[in-house]
């Protein structure tokens, strides 16, 4: 079966804190991303990444920063966490025909 | 622009009942796919539906089925005698031809059906 595995399902940090975000796809695909979901605004595209070591800017992608060293993982960076981070965060890979999404993280910051 | 609305924010149903989610969409390029996901109370969206911009034909998998009209820019998704088990929030959304594979999400429609 398919899979995205994102490390954490729940995450508590503390504002100024580097956080990191982990996703790991089995799927061999090339194409990952970093969504951010709050209500009312559906799912906001932060990141996203077509190849190892390639990154490409999405809708908001201030206050972060992404990794792809191997191309199963894609990391999602906030480099010092600030309270308007608290969300739902969906990493995703794709073939050409579909998204695959990860469980999500529910990060807070307080 | 390239952009989705789902102008239903909430819909509430007793089960048995039909329920349409609406989806109206906005792109400049003649070539797009549209998507609706599925996304449960366990967090995890599930692929439920993929349509090319050049096949208009209307599709039906059991009791759901999907309205792809270009004149109006919708591709509506009715859920037919509706169960608990399709509580959950559906997400329309659109890959344009000239955006890579950057999907662009609607901001969701959460669906209650009562017992």
């Known amino acids: 079966d398919v899979k995205v595995t994102q490390s954490s399902r729940y995450l508590v940090k503390r504002t100024g804190e580097k956080v990191f975000l982990e996703c790991v796809q089995d799927?061999?695909?090339?194409?990952m991303f970093w969504y951010r979901q709050d209500p009312g605004l559906g799912l906001r595209l932060i990141y996203f990444?077509?190849?190892?070591?390639?990154?490409e800017k999405g809708d908001i992608p201030e206050g972060y920063s992404v990794s792809r060293e191997k191309k199963e993982r894609f990391s999602l960076i906030l480099e010092s966490a600030s309270t308007n981070q608290t969300s739902m965060y969906l990493c995703?890979?794709?073939?050409?025909?579909?998204?695959?999404f990860g469980s999500g993280t529910q990060l807070s910051v307080l | 622009a390239q952009k989705v609305t789902q102008a239903q924010t909430e819909i509430s149903v007793v089960e048995k009942e039909d329920v349409t989610l609406d989806c109206v969409y906005e792109?400049?390029?003649?070539?797009?796919?549209l998507f609706w996901y599925k996304q449960p109370p366990s967090g995890e969206l599930v692929f439920l539906i993929r349509r090319n911009s050049f096949d208009e034909q209307n599709e039906i998998s059991g009791r759901y089925s999907w309205n792809f009209q270009k004149s109006t820019s919708s591709f509506n998704f009715t859920i037919t005698a509706s169960q608990v088990v399709d509580s959950a929030v559906y997400f329309c959304a659109l890959i344009p031809n000239t955006g890579g594979f950057k999907t662009i999400f609607g901001a969701g429609t959460r669906l209650f059906v009562k017992a």
């Open positions: 995703a890979s794709s073939t050409h025909e579909k998204l695959f």
């Open positions: 792109t400049r390029d003649t070539t797009y796919y």
């Open positions: 799927m061999d695909h090339e194409n």
């Open positions: 990444s077509y190849d190892v070591k390639m990154k």
